[in-house]
């Protein structure tokens, strides 16, 4: 045995070595990336001042000029980061309930043969491409939805908010379901049997006991289920259009950030115009806001856990 010890310690520091080149791979990776973004984002914020981006209200950097007054007003955000939280909250609103119940009810209430069928079935959503759901949405959801505002003399879009946040939402349901049954099952069995004993019944042991365990996990998953719906695009171009509308109706035409960025760079462009610079300044806007949605997802994990844990 003591012939191979020094081959086990040459295997073992050649692992520590490619782990740590992987890692190092990974944030160089992430540093270029980030370089690029902010580069080509400071390029588009010399042309476009970022108040003007953020609180303007009117969209069309097709119709910009060469400078000027004009050009100010074209870059105005404000309707895309609506199109964006409008389509997300609807989406979240159909897929948190259905998904953290299935989950609950998989873990907690369903048998092993149930949940041998239950879970996989489930999970072939997941699997399932994004343009599938947004062809779903032109040809089934949309008309459906149309005629349904006629029945009831409502007015409502060829491509709404409405039918994009429902597809996605229920394109995020297993995303939402697998994690928070991972989440579930990784609180101690220990925990349940305690709460039984002193005479809770399940339900109450799920409500008090297993969901407080869970909590922070839960929501880890779903600021993760936010970021998959804010970052999901064919869907949107698909079921919501590309019409840069300032409305919460979600019964109207909308558009998201994603979906404006792929626009702005499909086909020949050119990298000196305010125009496709705008691509750079939205994902950077993105990029901020979803990295402060993460520092408060972070403040409230902790505090959860400090609860839990008096």
């Known amino acids: 045995m003591r012939t191979h010890r020094p081959y086990a310690r040459i295997f073992e520091r050649l692992s520590v070595g490619g782990l740590a080149l992987c890692a190092c791979v990974s944030i160089v990776l992430t540093g270029a990336i980030l370089a690029t ?19 303007g209200t009117h969209w069309s950097p097709q119709m910009a000029g060469h400078g000027g007054t004009e050009e100010l007003e074209a870059f105005g955000a404000l309707p895309l980061f609506a199109g964006t939280l409008l389509i997300t909250m609807i989406a979240l609103l159909v897929a948190v309930p259905v998904g953290l119940l299935s989950a609950i009810y998989l873990v907690e209430y369903a048998d092993r043969s149930t949940r041998a069928w239950a879970k996989p079935a489930l999970e072939m959503l997941a699997g399932i491409p994004t343009v599938v759901y947004g062809y779903v949405a032109i040809v089934s959801l949309t008309p459906l939805l149309r005629n349904w505002g006629a029945s009831m003399d409502i007015s409502v879009a060829s491509e709404s908010a409405l039918g994009a946040g429902l597809v996605m939402g229920i394109m995020i349901i297993p995303f939402i379901s697998s994690l928070a049954d991972d989440i579930l099952h990784a609180v101690p069995q220990t925990l349940r049997d305690g709460s039984l004993a002193l005479g809770a019944t399940q339900a109450e042991t799920i409500r008090h006991v297993v969901m407080a365990a869970a909590m922070p996990g839960l929501v880890g998953a779903l600021l993760l289920a936010f970021s998959r719906a804010v970052g999901e695009t064919m869907i949107v171009v698909m079921a919501a259009g590309l019409a840069a509308n ?30 496709t610079l705008a691509a750079f300044g939205l994902g950077l806007t993105l990029f901020v806001i979803t990295l402060a949605l993460n520092i408060i997802a972070l403040v409230v994990v902790r505090r959860y856990r400090a609860r839990y844990a008096t």
């Open 37 to 55: 973004l902010l580069s080509e984002a400071w390029r588009f914020f010399s042309i476009i001042p970022l108040p003007e981006m953020l609180f």
């Open 246 to 275: 300032m409305t919460l109706n979600p019964l109207e035409a909308v558009t998201t950030v994603t979906a404006q960025i792929v626009a702005l760079l499909v086909g020949d462009q050119e990298f000196d115009s305010a125009k």
